[in-house]
């Protein structure tokens, strides 16, 4: 059984001038122990997912259909406030896309972990607290003394690395990770990356979600690579399987738009995907990589493809996926 599953969810965001399809039937598993990436362009979606996961879902945002499972939680049947108590923290926990500003300028590190822990753990004492933030940074060699400063007293890099020590403060089984590198430097990106790949191996954390529109971190950290495009998944697989033989015109493009020192890569250069990704509030009625796609025909415009197996998990949603 997986640790996350998500079926037919739909998300939109409801304005004046109608509803925005951000999230538009996706379907989505997470397996126990699994590294899964989210990769797709600025405004595909894959931060109103990470929300619509954890069902933190607010005006003008709002659940229009599907279901959510997480662990023994199916999210989509509890009130808001059950979710907050039984769920966020303790089953999934969230990295957000602002993760550099999540912490509140005037606090120090402590007192913030301090508040997560008192909202779950109402009895535990003050020296409770230091030591289980105490133990919690030095399993994840953060300085000590990091405790007891405020967020403008840290680098970019030691923020990000305090917010997701916090995040995990209470041993989440699913962390949801959302552009937490786009920010950094190479150097700091790296480091991150091995203290979320150390959380899982450590055991403190189970399973990831890790959105980014860089490819090629992904190749970095990730077992398996979702490809979302337009509110939509347009192929998943293995990040061997995706790399290496990706099979959807946007897929192959975001690959070939990355700078990597491989020798074919070199030979053949860099490209990108031309155009414009469509309007959400009126999206087309056929494939929505259509207007952008070198292999688009007549069908494309009036069908929309559906996510198809076509080889054990690997899924493509084109109409010429051969």
């Given at each position: 059984?997986?640790?996350?599953?998500?079926?037919?969810?739909?998300?939109?965001?409801?304005?004046?001038?109608?509803?925005?399809?951000?999230?538009?039937?996706?379907?989505?598993?997470?397996?126990?122990?699994?590294?899964?990436?989210?990769?797709?362009?600025?405004?595909?979606?894959?931060?109103?997912?990470?929300?619509?996961?954890?069902?933190?879902?607010?005006?003008?945002?709002?659940?229009?259909?599907?279901?959510?499972?997480?662990?023994?939680?199916?999210?989509?049947?509890?009130?808001?406030?059950?979710?907050?108590?039984?769920?966020?923290?303790?089953?999934?926990?969230?990295?957000?896309?602002s993760a550099l500003n999540a912490l509140i300028p005037i606090t120090k590190t402590q007192d913030i972990i301090k508040d997560v822990l008192k909202h779950h753990l109402k009895n535990l004492r003050r020296e409770e607290i230091k030591n289980l933030a105490k133990k919690r940074f030095q399993e994840l060699d953060l300085p000590i003394e990091v405790l007891n400063m405020y967020p403008h007293e840290l680098s970019g890099g030691m923020k990000q690395r305090a917010v997701i020590a916090t995040s995990t403060i209470l041993n989440p089984k699913l962390l949801i990770v959302d552009e937490p590198t786009s920010a950094l430097?190479?150097?700091?990106?790296?480091?991150?990356?091995?203290?979320?790949?150390?959380?899982?191996?450590?055991?403190?954390?189970?399973?990831?979600?890790?959105?980014?529109?860089?490819?090629?971190?992904?190749?970095?950290?990730?077992?398996?690579?979702?490809?979302?495009?337009?509110?939509?998944?347009?192929?998943?697989?293995?990040?061997?399987?995706?790399?290496?033989?990706?099979?959807?015109?946007?897929?192959?493009?975001?690959?070939?738009?990355?700078?990597?020192?491989?020798?074919?890569?070199?030979?053949?250069?860099?490209?990108?995907?031309p155009g414009q990704p469509p309007d959400l509030l009126t999206p087309p009625t056929g494939c929505r990589f259509c207007s952008r796609c070198e292999l688009a025909k007549d069908l494309c415009q009036k069908q929309e493809p559906h996510l198809t197996e076509i080889r054990r998990d690997h899924f493509v949603a084109c109409h010429f996926m051969q």
């Open positions: 059984m997986p640790l996350v599953s998500a079926e037919n969810v739909k998300a939109y965001y409801h304005t004046s001038a109608g509803s925005v399809k951000a999230v538009d039937g996706i379907n989505l598993n997470v397996s126990r122990g699994e590294i899964l990436g989210i990769v797709g362009e600025s405004g595909c979606g894959k931060s109103t997912l990470a929300s619509t996961l954890m069902m933190n879902v607010r005006p003008p945002l709002r659940l229009v259909e599907g279901k959510i499972s997480v662990d023994k939680y199916e999210l989509t049947s509890m009130k808001r406030k059950e979710i907050r108590s039984r769920v966020w923290g303790i089953i999934i926990s969230l990295v957000p896309q430097d190479v150097s700091t990106q790296k480091i991150v990356l091995k203290m979320i790949v150390d959380l899982r191996r450590r055991g403190i954390i189970e399973s990831v979600i890790f959105i980014t529109h860089d490819i090629a971190i992904l190749r970095q950290i990730s077992d398996k690579i979702t490809v979302m495009y337009a509110g939509k998944i347009v192929e998943s697989s293995t990040t061997d399987e995706i790399l290496e033989n990706p099979i959807h015109p946007y897929a192959k493009g975001l690959i070939n738009a990355v700078i990597t020192p491989e020798r074919e890569v070199k030979k053949r250069g860099l490209s990108y995907i």
